[in-house]
């Protein structure tokens, strides 16, 4: 075992010297662009067991199911091969965020109890610090959500590695997923550090006019056209969820872009139609096929939980096109036994994926790093 807490680094490294631990590491959205940039991922933990197939079918890399607050900082470096440079990666679950912990607080005892109930919530960011504490890795990549940043977990995991001497990324800009040629908008957080000297993000490598559309990854050539209901034969994952007569309804009236405000009013939801509900747009939507697909959430394949509707079939999205807009190959192999899929947990580990076309812009960052550094 490598057990070397302490080591220096050599001035002449490249990035075949390192090797990548990813901490809840999901089905591998964020290793499997990692790999196609050439790091060696070495191991990938996550608790959930039925992430498992998923991930080592695709990657090859040795998965490892634990949880990470108990892993100690031991095991984890038995992870990295001997001799290699370490880089940590993880992206710790994106917990709901509640606005009600947002809302002005009313006595000082109130706000510690809210403290102490978000020191639980994010408890796994934590431990992420704990483990980069204990194993000192090179590199560092923390992905999450961007409201993550109003969160005091995330000021003490910035002050944490700042008081470990790591240089730390720009993180208060957002990184909008279509820079890096994902067909999607969604904006994440990513913070890299290392200890080797300052480290950025690549400058975004698509523009308005390049960014891939829901049209370049789904379009009619791509995928056999499915009624709401029916399993593809070719695919078991391109299967679009059954809608029921109102939604049938709702979804054939519709046109591209356009959402629940466009529905006839015998159409209309009575949520909606509560003076609380009009302003929620975004439910009951169809998607076009000349933009980018609305971020794609654990509940992409429900037509009634978002802009989740096919932009020109009447059915909400399939999981294999909720793959592709999250930009994994199209044959990446999600599950061993298709007689026992279960459908909501395949599309929560879809929509819970660091988007791999995103993970390669992370690998690419970090390349650029290494091989700048020193020269
Ligand atoms: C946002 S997802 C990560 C997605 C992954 N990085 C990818 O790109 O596909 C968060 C993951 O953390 C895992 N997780 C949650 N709590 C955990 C824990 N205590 N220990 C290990 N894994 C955990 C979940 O099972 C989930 O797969």
């Given at each position: 075992?490598?057990?070397d807490?302490?080591?220096?680094?050599?001035?002449?490294l490249?990035?075949?010297?390192?090797?990548?631990?990813?901490?809840?590491?999901?089905?591998?959205?964020?290793t499997?662009?990692?790999?196609?940039?050439?790091?060696?991922?070495?191991?990938?933990?996550?608790?959930?067991?039925?992430?498992?197939?998923?991930?080592?079918?695709?990657?090859?890399?040795?998965?490892?199911?634990?949880?990470i607050?108990?892993?100690?900082?031991?095991?984890?470096?038995?992870?990295?091969?001997?001799?290699?440079?370490?880089?940590?990666?993880?992206?710790?679950?994106?917990?709901?965020?509640?606005?009600?912990?947002?809302?002005?607080?009313?006595?000082?005892?109130?706000?510690?109890?809210?403290e102490?109930?978000?020191?639980?919530?994010?408890?796994?960011?934590?431990?992420?610090?704990?483990?980069?504490?204990?194993?000192?890795?090179?590199?560092?990549?923390?992905?999450?959500?961007?409201?993550?940043?109003?969160?005091?977990?995330?000021?003490d995991?910035?002050?944490?590695l700042?008081?470990?001497?790591?240089?730390?990324?720009?993180?208060?800009?957002?990184?909008?997923?279509?820079?890096?040629?994902?067909?999607?908008?969604?904006?994440?957080?990513?913070?890299?550090?290392?200890?080797?000297?300052?480290?950025?993000?690549?400058?975004?490598?698509?523009?308005?006019?390049?960014?891939?559309?829901?049209?370049?990854?789904?379009?009619?050539?791509?995928?056999?056209?499915?009624v709401?209901?029916?399993?593809?034969?070719?695919?078991?994952?391109?299967?679009?969820?059954?809608?029921?007569?109102?939604?049938?309804?709702?979804?054939?009236?519709l046109?591209?872009?356009?959402?629940?405000?466009?529905?006839?009013?015998?159409?209309?939801?009575?949520?909606?139609?509560?003076?609380?509900?009009?302003?929620?747009?975004?439910?009951?939507?169809?998607?076009?096929?000349?933009?980018?697909?609305?971020?794609?959430?654990?509940?992409?394949?429900?037509?009634?939980?978002g802009?989740?509707?096919?932009?020109?079939?009447?059915?909400?999205i399939?999981?294999?096109?909720?793959?592709?807009?999250?930009?994994?190959?199209?044959?990446?192999?999600?599950?061993?036994?298709?007689?026992?899929?279960?459908?909501?947990?395949?599309?929560r580990?879809?929509?819970?994926?660091?988007?791999?076309?995103?993970?390669?812009?992370?690998?690419?960052?970090?390349?650029?790093?290494?091989?700048?550094?020193?020269?």
């Open positions: 075992m490598n057990n807490l302490t080591y220096t680094v050599d001035l002449k490249s990035p075949k010297d390192f090797a990548v631990v990813d901490l809840f590491c999901g089905v591998g959205g964020l499997r662009g990692l790999i196609d940039e050439n790091l060696t991922v070495s191991a990938g933990i996550d608790f959930d067991e039925t992430c498992e197939y998923a991930y080592h079918k695709n990657n090859s890399t040795k998965f490892v199911h634990k949880d607050s108990e892993l100690s900082a031991e095991e984890l470096i038995s992870f990295y091969p001997t001799g290699k440079q370490r880089i940590l990666v993880g992206c710790a679950p994106c917990q709901p965020f509640s606005n009600h912990s947002n809302r002005i607080r009313k006595s000082r005892q109130e706000k510690a109890q809210l102490v109930q978000e020191d639980k919530k994010w408890k796994l960011l934590y431990e992420f610090l704990r483990l980069i504490r204990e194993t000192n890795p090179v590199i560092i990549s923390m992905e999450n959500v961007p409201q993550l940043r109003n969160h005091k977990v995330f000021d995991f910035v002050a944490g700042k008081a470990l001497n790591y240089h730390i990324s720009d993180y208060k800009t957002p990184v909008f997923c279509p820079d890096y040629g994902v067909p999607q908008k969604r904006l994440r957080l990513v913070l890299l550090a290392s200890k080797l000297g300052p480290i950025e993000m690549i400058p975004a490598e698509f523009d308005p006019e390049s960014y891939p559309t829901v049209y370049d990854v789904i379009g009619e050539d791509k995928l056999a056209s499915l709401d209901g029916e399993v593809s034969a070719e695919d078991p994952l391109h299967r679009a969820r059954k809608l029921s007569p109102i939604n049938l309804r709702r979804i054939k009236s046109k591209q872009g356009e959402n629940w405000t466009k529905l006839d009013s015998d159409l209309i939801s009575p949520c909606h139609k509560k003076e609380n509900g009009k302003t929620f747009t975004v439910a009951y939507g169809r998607m076009r096929w000349n933009e980018q697909a609305p971020t794609i959430t654990t509940h992409c394949i429900g037509f009634s939980n802009r989740f509707g096919h932009p020109v079939q009447n059915r909400a399939s999981l294999r096109e909720a793959a592709l807009l999250q930009s994994f190959p199209s044959k990446y192999d999600f599950i061993e036994d298709t007689e026992k899929m279960n459908v909501g947990t395949l599309a580990h879809i929509g819970n994926a660091v988007p791999p076309k995103l993970g390669a812009a992370i690998a690419r960052s970090i390349k650029r790093h290494i091989d700048g550094y020193g020269k």
